[in-house]
């Protein structure tokens, strides 16, 4: 073994250490639990296969693999009777399949929130359960009910396994600007959303990034969707220091990207896990059509320089001294880690301003610079926004976005 190789393999051993005493650290601080996805089956499946082996006016229905221009199209071949009813006889697909009309979807979303949330209330009072299992069976059927409320636009849900769901703020059908938030761990249908501290959940994260869209830009087309629609690790464990899950994703960001409204400038806003899933989307993600990518709180976007994204979107980095993140080792080893730090200098993102955030969930907390320099590249006006203190060229070459 040559020298080089013995100080190789001392650096590898010493990284992969410095791993694991992290995730250890991590997971037995109170930084995040460890705990098990638990739900009951999988109904979307079954639905999709009844849908499958359906039809409408003497008509197969479509695969959803068939992408979201072919879903389009097949909708505009139906009277809006015969959408209706699809809704209504599938509504979990329907609710689901990118390329679908946003207002039938959230329609059949309806449908299936309110036919779910009756089976948890049953479940909730079932002697077949542990008493645990009725208590989250309540828990999941009020959760249902708040995703019932007037006015709200769910876009995805899935009460598979942990569940899934996203939502959007603002009319997504005539929007020019499009922005999407992708949270990280331990993200599903129970956290989704919550009342104290509402700005650490996705719900809270996008409704105060629409909210200080409307209230620079009053005139401005947009709209923002909390995008919960993927299966995130649970704490941080292997799940958590891997890409697979990521990859998964990237799948299902992919797909409701191509099904966005044409021309729409779309900014993606992904934290902490969601920044792996953004990093290895990036590449397949439509180019020109993604004008910003920003990640806060990031372990790493699987790549060692933004350039390696092989996206034209700008590449915007932020992360408070107040989030833990920062004590986590930013490298790759043999498939554990996710390479470089974002706001490292040589990994050429755009760094921008954090003070006021509220550690590794607040960034989105009322006040923040962090949020007011997320409202700012959502909406293309580069020119306010505020670097990060030694970063001051940040938003160089750039100018106001129409």
Same mark, same amino acid.
């Given at each position: 073994?040559?020298?080089?190789?013995?100080?190789?393999?001392?650096?590898?051993?010493?990284?992969?250490?410095?791993?694991?005493?992290?995730?250890?650290?991590?997971?037995?601080?109170?930084?995040?639990?460890?705990?098990?996805?638990?739900?009951?089956?999988?109904?979307?499946? %079954? !639905?999709?296969?009844?849908?499958?082996?359906? /039809?409408?006016?003497?008509?197969? +229905?479509?695969? =959803?693999? $068939?992408?979201? *221009?072919?879903?389009?199209?097949?909708?505009?071949?139906?009277?809006?009777?015969?959408?209706?009813?699809?809704?209504?006889?599938?509504?979990?697909?329907?609710?689901n399949l990118d390329g679908a009309p946003v207002s039938l979807r959230y329609l059949a979303n309806r449908v299936a929130l309110a036919q779910t949330r009756v089976?948890?209330?049953?479940?909730?009072?079932?002697?077949?359960?542990?008493?645990?299992?009725?208590?989250?069976?309540?828990?999941?059927?009020?959760?249902?009910?708040?995703?019932?409320?007037?006015?709200?636009?769910?876009?995805?849900?899935?009460?598979?396994?942990?569940?899934? %769901? !996203?939502?959007?703020?603002?009319?997504?059908? /005539?929007?020019?600007?499009?922005? +999407?938030?992708? =949270?990280? $761990?331990?993200? *599903?249908i129970s956290t989704f959303e919550r009342t104290a501290k509402s700005y650490a959940a996705p719900v809270g994260m996008a409704r105060a990034l629409y909210t200080?869209?409307?209230?620079?830009?009053?005139?401005?087309?947009?709209?923002?969707?909390?995008?919960?629609?993927?299966?995130?690790?649970?704490?941080?464990?292997?799940?958590?220091?891997?890409?697979?899950?990521?990859?998964?994703?990237?799948?299902?960001?992919?797909?409701?990207?191509?099904?966005?409204?044409?021309?729409?400038?779309?900014?993606?806003?992904?934290?902490?896990?969601?920044?792996?899933?953004?990093?290895?989307?990036?590449?397949?993600?439509?180019?020109?059509?993604?004008?910003?990518?920003?990640?806060?709180?990031?372990?790493?976007?699987?790549?060692?320089?933004?350039?390696?994204?092989?996206?034209?979107?700008?590449?915007?980095?932020?992360?408070?001294p107040s989030d833990w993140i920062g004590s986590v080792p930013h490298l790759e080893i043999a498939g554990l880690g996710h390479g470089a730090d974002p706001v490292?200098?040589?990994?050429?993102?755009?760094?921008?301003?954090?003070?006021?955030?509220?550690?590794?969930?607040?960034?989105?907390?009322?006040?923040?610079?962090?949020?007011?320099?997320?409202?700012?590249?959502?909406?293309?006006?580069?020119?306010?926004?505020?670097?990060?203190?030694?970063?001051?060229?940040?938003?160089?070459?750039?100018?106001?976005?129409?």
């Amino acid at each position: 073994m040559t020298p080089f190789d013995e100080r190789f393999n001392a650096t590898s051993l010493r990284a992969l250490l410095a791993l694991a005493v992290v995730f250890i650290m991590l997971a037995t601080t109170g930084w995040t639990a460890v705990r098990p996805h638990k739900g009951a089956g999988d109904p979307r499946a %079954a !639905a999709l296969s009844s849908w499958l082996h359906g /039809s409408v006016a003497g008509h197969k +229905l479509p695969s =959803p693999a $068939v992408g979201a *221009d072919s879903i389009a199209y097949f909708f505009t071949t139906l009277t809006a009777g015969q959408t209706r009813q699809l809704a209504n006889r599938y509504p979990l697909v329907v609710g689901n399949l990118d390329g679908a009309p946003v207002s039938l979807r959230y329609l059949a979303n309806r449908v299936a929130l309110a036919q779910t949330r009756v089976s948890e209330i049953a479940r909730s009072h079932s002697s077949l359960l542990t008493p645990a299992g009725r208590m989250d069976a309540d828990k999941r059927a009020r959760r249902y009910a708040s995703l019932l409320s007037d006015g709200r636009q769910i876009l995805a849900f899935d009460p598979s396994g942990a569940g899934r %769901a !996203a939502e959007v703020f603002g009319d997504l059908a /005539s929007a020019d600007r499009v922005a +999407l938030v992708v =949270p990280g $761990v331990d993200t *599903d249908i129970s956290t989704f959303e919550r009342t104290a501290k509402s700005y650490a959940a996705p719900v809270g994260m996008a409704r105060a990034l629409y909210t200080a869209e409307r209230t620079q830009d009053p005139s401005a087309k947009t709209a923002v969707i909390a995008w919960a629609n993927y299966t995130t690790p649970s704490g941080v464990g292997l799940d958590a220091s891997t890409g697979e899950l990521a990859e998964q994703g990237a799948v299902r960001l992919n797909s409701l990207v191509d099904a966005l409204p044409a021309g729409a400038r779309v900014s993606l806003f992904c934290h902490s896990y969601g920044s792996v899933l953004c990093g290895v989307a990036a590449p397949d993600l439509p180019q020109g059509q993604i004008s910003d990518i920003t990640v806060f709180g990031s372990p790493g976007m699987r790549v060692n320089h933004a350039e390696q994204l092989h996206t034209s979107a700008n590449v915007w980095a932020a992360r408070d001294p107040s989030d833990w993140i920062g004590s986590v080792p930013h490298l790759e080893i043999a498939g554990l880690g996710h390479g470089a730090d974002p706001v490292s200098e040589s990994f050429g993102a755009r760094v921008i301003g954090t003070e006021g955030a509220l550690g590794h969930p607040g960034y989105f907390a009322p006040g923040a610079e962090s949020l007011a320099n997320f409202t700012d590249i959502a909406l293309g006006h580069y020119g306010s926004v505020q670097c990060a203190p030694g970063r001051e060229d940040c938003a160089s070459g750039l100018h106001q976005q129409s």
